[in-house]
Each structure stands twice: as C-alpha cells, then as structure tokens.
C-alpha cells in the first residue's frame, strides 16, 4: 500500500512504498493519480529506474505528448532531456510541463499618429492612424510536420486605423448617470505569414468594433462615481484574426465560421 506524506499545507507530497520498476495495477496508479489530483505535485525519492520503466509508467497516465521542442533522449523521442549545465540554456531554466507551446504566442508592435479631442459633458474621442507589425507561434502547424517546422509566423507589415470614444451622456438627469463607449480597430492585409499549406487563408482586412452603454450603479447608490458599473453592449468582429471566412488558403468555398463575430454583452465592471 502506498503512502502519502504532504510536504507543505498546500502543494506537493512524497509518495511512498512503491516501486516504479514494477508494472503497477490499476488500484495503485489509482491512489497514485488522486494523491496527483490533490497535492499537485507529487515526488518519488531513490528510484533507480531505468528509461523503460520511466515510459511504461508514464504511460499509465495516458499517451505521452512528443513535445516538438528541445533536446530528446536519443532513443526515445518521448523524454526530453532537461540539464542545467550541459549545454545551459537547452530548456532546463525555462521548463514547463503543459503544452502552451502549441497555442499562439502573438506579438506585434504598431507606429503612428495619434490625435485626441474633447468631447461634451467632459467625454473624449481618440483617432489613430499607424503601420502595425504582427509575428506569432503556429504549434499546430509545428505538429503537422516538416512545412514548418519551427512554427514561426512572419506577417507582413500593414496599416491600421483605431478610434475610441468615450461619452457620457450629460444631457440625461443627474441621476441616471449614463456612459456610451466604442471602440474601433481596422486592420489591413497582412499576407499568409508562413507557408499557403498550413496557412488559415492569406489575412484579408480585419474590423474589430465593441459598443457599449454603462450606468453607474457606484454614483447612484454611494454617490462614488467610476466605481461600480453595469453595462449591455454589441460586438461585431469581421475576419477575426484576419482570417476570412469564405476563403481558405486553396479552397475557395470552405470557410472558418468563427472568422465573423457577432455577440450580444451583458457585465458588470468594479473599480479597485
């Protein structure tokens, strides 16, 4: 019988009275997974294993994930190799066990011109106009082999166009304190980024545009304003990451229906 002894009151515990040389039944990889569940984390001290009796173990558990980064043992792809001092650098100090590798990792950075006017009722309206620069991860693409190994996404440079508006609605009574806010994001076509064959489509012009109507329920009841609000709005989000959704890559009329967004809101937002 296996035993569980917690090392702090709210991570991690050691397991032991157990061998992990042995081909484990089902009701000791049980109390091993919910001991898991509940420490978090969880240690085998002083088991001298072999690289058979790793992966038979781990196995236990489900399919053992490839990671597509990093250095591998040399004959068992499934086990990365994680060493702090030879060669430094190879993934030890920066390691992590989920697999956020594969989702997007966007970065981007924009230049431009920005004007800013006052508004009635103390609102204001800002209007931009930049060059914006995207570049990203495709881990999908990573998996799907050898047409882009690396999943690095390079768009090209583009325009874009913002604008946000917020306005109080002075001319209603004092007590129904009221706030129209919109905001407007354009961008334009900024190519495949990476090779057409694993490409969602070459990036067509992007509209993003959220409006909201807000009361401030903090006014009303405290006299406290900005404090406490609820608010319905709309959103409308044509070619949603640029992505159209009509046209993808060599299929013309096989679209991506979550490429335009069209969602109706309801929230409440708190001031801290």
């Known amino acids: 019988m296996i035993e569980v002894c917690p090392l702090t009151g709210v991570i991690g515990a050691e397991i032991h009275g157990v061998d992990l040389r042995d081909d484990l039944d089902d009701a000791t990889v049980g109390a091993i997974r919910a001991a898991l569940d509940a420490h978090l984390v969880i240690f085998f001290r002083d088991q001298d294993i072999e690289t ?9 558990f489900g399919e053992i994930t490839i990671n597509p980064f990093g250095p591998k043992h040399p004959d068992h792809q499934e086990i990365s190799v994680l060493d702090q001092k030879t060669p430094k650098g190879e993934g030890a100090d920066a390691w992590h066990t989920d697999n956020t590798y594969l989702g997007s990792a966007k970065k981007s950075i924009q230049a431009g ?7 009635p009722y103390n609102g204001n309206l800002s209007l931009s106009a930049f060059a914006y620069k995207e570049w990203q991860h495709d881990g999908f693409a990573v998996l799907a082999g050898p047409i882009n190994p690396s999943g690095k996404v390079d768009f090209d440079t583009t325009w874009g166009l913002g604008m946000f ?16 806010k919109a905001i407007v994001g354009l961008h334009g076509p900024k190519g495949y980024g990476e090779n057409p064959l694993v490409a969602p489509g070459e990036r067509k012009t992007e509209l993003f545009t959220q409006q909201t109507l807000d009361l401030d329920l903090g006014k009303i009841i ?7 609000s609820v608010w319905v709005g709309y ?38």
């Open 52 to 60: 058979a009796d790793h992966l038979r173990f781990a196995r236990k």
């Open 113 to 119: 011109l920005q004007a800013d006017f006052a508004m």
């Open 165 to 180: 508006w917020n306005q109080p609605l002075g001319f209603l009574p004092a007590w129904l304190p009221m706030t129209y």
């Open 222 to 228: 405290t006299g406290k304003a900005n404090m406490y």
């Open 235 to 272: 959103r409308y989000w044509k070619n949603k990451f640029g992505i159209n959704n009509t046209n993808v890559v060599a299929f013309p009329l096989v679209g991506l229906p979550f490429a335009n967004e069209s969602t109706w809101l309801v929230g409440s937002t708190w001031a801290w």
